[in-house]
């Protein structure tokens, strides 16, 4: 399923809060910040790479994992790689995440 996630399935989500659910069954709000395509990375005849950053406003002790997310037009998908990157100056009481697709 996750080969099949491209761009487009996250633009819908820009600017609103979904809920991610996390691998110890705890679920987290994040807000979807920005997806940000990596034309210099693609390989011939794959996907075009791209990076989903999301800001859980409350903050979270969640730093990395598998987790799920439902996306419009494919439902839930499960087994997206979420990664905690760090605030570099930006409100430390929020967490902020990341998620590359190759």
């Known amino acids: 399923m996750l080969h099949r996630i491209e761009a487009s399935h996250f633009q819908p989500l820009v600017?609103?809060?979904?809920?991610?659910?996390?691998?110890?069954?705890?679920?987290?709000a994040v807000r979807v910040e920005q997806v940000d395509l990596k034309p210099l990375s693609q390989m011939p005849g794959s996907r075009m790479p791209f990076a989903v950053a999301l800001t859980a406003p409350d903050g979270t002790d969640f730093v990395h994992g598998p987790c799920a997310l439902e996306l419009p037009g494919?439902?839930?998908?499960?087994g997206i790689f979420v990664s905690r990157v760090p605030a570099l100056g930006r409100d430390e009481r929020a967490a902020y995440f990341q998620v590359v697709f190759n």
Do not use: I, K, S
Not at 15 to 28: E, H, I, K, S
Not at 74 to 78: L, M, P, S
């Open 15 to 28: 600017g609103t809060t979904c809920t991610l659910a996390l691998p110890d069954g705890r679920a987290l």
């Open 74 to 78: 494919q439902g839930r998908v499960e």
